[in-house]
């Protein structure tokens, strides 16, 4: 059952670039989606959400794109940093706007690694 | 910033044995979840809890799985007899009313032997 898909398992950035890390998702009740980056051994941390009614969101270095037609979302990373190597997943759930959303689905993460 | 607590940060059990993780969420929160990860697979979920009651639960969550909260503060997870299987992080989270960031504890790691 992967609703959620983050077909590149890894990916490496020179630093000062751009990251870009994808996620298509099946389920078409799914209204809010989010992205976390997470380092072993600790649990994910939010970085940016984006709700079905919006097609980018943006905070800082972090911006987040959604293609509801194609069901897909990206992140993009700029400049990407070496302090931003991490798993990065995307998640989504359903329900934001009837106000009875619960759990998050999970993409499998991408490791991003941003070299020198 | 408000954090979400895990104890212990790794548990070593014998098959067959019951286990108890602990979570402290945010205290303001209202919506609680246990997630978990299995070894180089994704995060998934497994209840979530809100206004004392289970709200949903995955089909991983089966009658050898329980949760509570039992003072308010504290929210558990109890595997009441454990496989193999069971061993993964298990993640502790909560959210605010109308607010999606969802926080995550830094995780149990539990080893099932």
């Known amino acids: 059952d992967q609703q959620v898909k983050q077909n590149s398992p890894s990916l490496s950035v020179q630093e000062g670039r751009i990251s870009i890390l994808n996620c298509d998702y099946t389920n078409s009740m799914f209204d809010y989606f989010l992205w976390y980056k997470k380092y072993p051994a600790e649990g994910p941390t939010f970085l940016i959400s984006?709700?079905?009614?919006?097609d980018k969101n943006e905070d800082g270095r972090f911006t987040v794109f959604l293609n509801k037609s194609a069901k897909h979302l990206s992140l993009h990373i700029v400049p990407s940093q070496p302090g931003d190597s991490a798993v990065y997943f995307c998640?989504?759930?359903?329900?934001?706007?009837?106000?009875?959303?619960?759990?998050?689905?999970f993409g499998t993460g991408t490791r991003l690694q941003v070299t020198l | 910033e408000p954090e979400v607590t895990q104890t212990p940060s790794h548990q070593v059990t014998q098959m067959g044995q019951e286990v108890i993780l602990r979570c402290v969420p945010i205290?303001?929160?209202?919506?609680f979840y246990w997630y978990r990860q299995i070894l180089g697979q994704k995060v998934e979920f497994l209840v979530s809890?809100?206004?004392?009651?289970?709200?949903?639960k995955s089909e991983i969550f089966d009658d050898q799985f329980s949760v509570e909260r039992p003072d308010g503060s504290n929210f558990t997870l109890k595997i009441r007899s454990t496989k193999l299987e069971d061993s993964a992080m298990y993640f502790c989270a909560s959210r605010a009313q109308g607010y999606y960031g969802y926080t995550f504890g830094s995780g149990t790691r539990l080893t099932v032997v």
């Open positions: 205290s303001n929160h209202l919506y």
């Open positions: 809890f809100y206004n004392n009651e289970i709200s949903e």
């Open positions: 984006i709700s079905s009614i919006k």
């Open positions: 998640a989504a759930s359903g329900g934001f706007y009837t106000g009875t959303a619960s759990k998050l689905t």
